[in-house]
C-alpha cells in the first residue's frame, strides 16, 4: 500500500468480507500512526483487524526520542484491545490475546512491539492459542412470552432491521407475513432485507424515503431488529417498541423502549414466531408497500437524463446497477456517492454494500475495494468515489496496479465537496472552502497505468460504462456529474428549509443566481 491509511481501509475490506481476522503493519511513528482513520472505520463496522505498531526501543520511551509516540493513548480508545509487548516471553500470549479480542469482540486490536522485542527470540515454550466460537443466544422463555404479547397487541405493527439482521432475512419474512407489517430497514441492513422481500419499504433515516419514514412513525408497534439507528427523530412518538440485539449496550439507547432483550435475530426469531398471533388485516402494510413501489418509480424517472449534454450522478448510478454483475461488492464514499447507491443500487441475494456509514469518512471507497478484491479475486468490485475522496488516497490506485487487482473506480466529478456544499445551504450560507479544481481523472488513471476515461455527455455513458466493466485490469471512469444535484431526505424539517430559503436570497443578493437557477433546474 502507498498510504497507511489506505491500508487500514484494505485490511477492514478484507476482514468485513471473509469474517476474518486481518492484519496490517507499520513502522515507528508517523508509519504506525497513518492507520488511525482507517482504523477508527474499521473499528465502528465491527471489522476483526489487529494492527501491528511498530514502536521505538524501550530504553528511549519516555524521553521524547525521535519518532516516539504513546499509541496505547492514542489507539486505546478506538479498539477492543490496545496493548504493548514488554518482554519477549509476553509476545504470543499478548499475540493471542490481541488475536481474541479482535475476533471475540468484532473489532480492532492494537498490538505495539518495540524494535528491540522484534529483534528478539520468541518464547514459545507456553502454547497459548486463540479459541473462538459462535454460540446461539436467544432470550429465555418467559422473556420471549412477555415481547410475544406486546407484538400481538398491536393492530399497525412494523419491523425495523438493522445490519444484525444478516443471515435471518427469511425468519424476518416470516414474521412480517404473520404480523401483516411493512418491513423498514437502515442503510446498513440494505444488503440483508431489501431483495426478494414483497413487504419491503425500503430506509428511513436521513437518506430514507417517505414510505418507511411513516411505516415507522405511523406503526403503533415496531420490532427493532439488530438496529443501531442514531436519529431520534425517525423513530415512532407513541409506539411500543420491542428491541432485539444481540450487543447488551445497545438496549433503549437511542430511544426510549418498552421492552428489550439481548439474542441473535434469527434464533430469536425462530423461538419467537410459534408465539405470535396470526394477523388478517393486510390494509396497513399494503398501504405502505404501494408507497414504497411509487417513491421507486419516482425516483426511476428522476434517474432518466433530462439534457444528453450533461450526466446527474443518479443516472450515473443507475446505469452502472443495471450493468455490474449480480454478486458485484459495490463500495461507497461518504457523501452523495453512497446516497445514490443506496438508493438506486438493486440488492440481490449475492450484493454487498459498504460505506462510511457510521464513522462518515471521506476516501473510503477505493482502498476499501482494494481489500474486497483481494479476498475475492473472482469477483467484480465496483468503488463509487466522490471527486474529494479520491483525490485524498489517490496513489493507491497504484496498488492496484501492481497488485493487477481489477477494482473498477467511477468518480462522482462535481467539481466540489458536495455534501458539505448542500449542509452549508441547509443553514443558510452561500456555499465556502468547496469548491475543487479537479484533474482529468482519466488521464491520470492511464498515467498510473490502469484503465482511464473521463465523460461528460448522457449519450456517451452507458457505451463507456460497459467498456470500463468490461476490462480485464484496474480501470477508472471519471465522469463530470452535475453539481446541483440535492439529496432530499424523507421529511423535511422547519430549519433546513428556512435555511435553503435564506441561501437563496443570499445568492440572488450576492450575484449568484445563476448557481441557484441550476438547482432548480436540476431539483425541480
Known sequence: MRHEEAGAFAAHGEALITGNLTACAGSCGPGSLHFINGIVEANRNRAPVILIASQIVRDELGFEFPQEVDFKAIYGSISVYCDMILTPEQARRKTVMACQSAIAKRGVAVLIVPVDISHSDAKDDVPFAVHTSLPVIRPNDADLDQIAAIINSGEK???????????????????????????????????????????????????GNEAAY????????????????????????????????????????????????????????????????????????????????????????????????????????ELIDRMAADDALVAGDDGTATVWMHRYFKATAKRRFYASLLHGTMAAAMPTALGLQKASPGRQVIALSGDGGIGMLLGDLMTAVQHK??????????????????????????????????PDFG??????????????????????????????????????????????????????????????????????????????????
Not at 444478516?166 to 431489501?194: F, N, V
Not at 465537496?417 to 469548491?435: A, N, R, V, W
Request: hydrophobic share 40%.
Open 214 to 317: 411513516h411505516a415507522v412513525r405511523e406503526c403503533d408497534t415496531l420490532l427493532l431488529l439488530g438496529a443501531d439507528f442514531a436519529w431520534r427523530q425517525f423513530y415512532p412518538d407513541h409506539a411500543k417498541i420491542v428491541q432485539i440485539d444481540i450487543d447488551p449496550t445497545h438496549l433503549g439507547r437511542r430511544h426510549p423502549v418498552t421492552r428489550a432483550l439481548v439474542g441473535d435475530i434469527k434464533a430469536t426469531l425462530e423461538a419467537l414466531i410459534p408465539r405470535l398471533h396470526k394477523k388478517s388485516d393486510t390494509r396497513f402494510r399494503d398501504h405502505f408497500v404501494q408507497r414504497h413501489r411509487e417513491v421507486i418509480a419516482h425516483q426511476m424517472e428522476k434517474a432518466t437524463p433530462k439534457r444528453r449534454d450533461t450526466i446527474s450522478g443518479i443516472y450515473l448510478t
Open 443 to 524: 488521464a491520470v488513471a492511464k498515467a498510473m497505468g490502469l484503465w482511464g476515461r473521463t465523460v461528460a455527455k448522457a449519450d456517451e455513458l452507458e457505451a463507456a460504462i460497459g467498456e470500463w466493466l468490461a476490462h480485464p485490469g484496474p480501470a477508472l471512469l471519471d465522469v463530470n456529474v452535475e453539481p446541483m444535484t440535492l439529496v432530499m431526505p424523507p421529511a423535511i424539517e422547519f430549519g433546513p428549509a428556512y435555511g435553503m430559503a435564506l441561501y437563496s436570497a443570499r445568492a440572488v443578493l450576492g450575484g449568484q443566481a445563476h448557481d441557484l437557477i441550476e438547482m432548480i433546474k436540476e431539483n425541480i
Open 405 to 438: 487487482l481489477p477494482i473498477k473506480v467511477a468518480v462522482f466529478n462535481n467539481g466540489k465537496l458536495g455534501f458539505i456544499d448542500i449542509e452549508q445551504k441547509s443553514e443558510g450560507l452561500l456555499p465556502l472552502y468547496t469548491h475543487l479544481q479537479n
Open 157 to 207: 405493527i412494523a419491523i425495523y432491521g438493522g445490519s444484525g439482521c444478516r443471515g435471518a432475512h427469511d425468519e424476518i419474512l416470516r414474521a412480517a407475513e404473520i404480523l401483516k407489517a411493512p418491513i423498514a430497514h437502515t442503510s446498513r441492513a440494505k444488503d440483508s432485507l431489501e431483495y426478494d422481500n414483497p413487504y419491503n419499504v425500503g430506509m428511513t433515516g436521513l437518506i
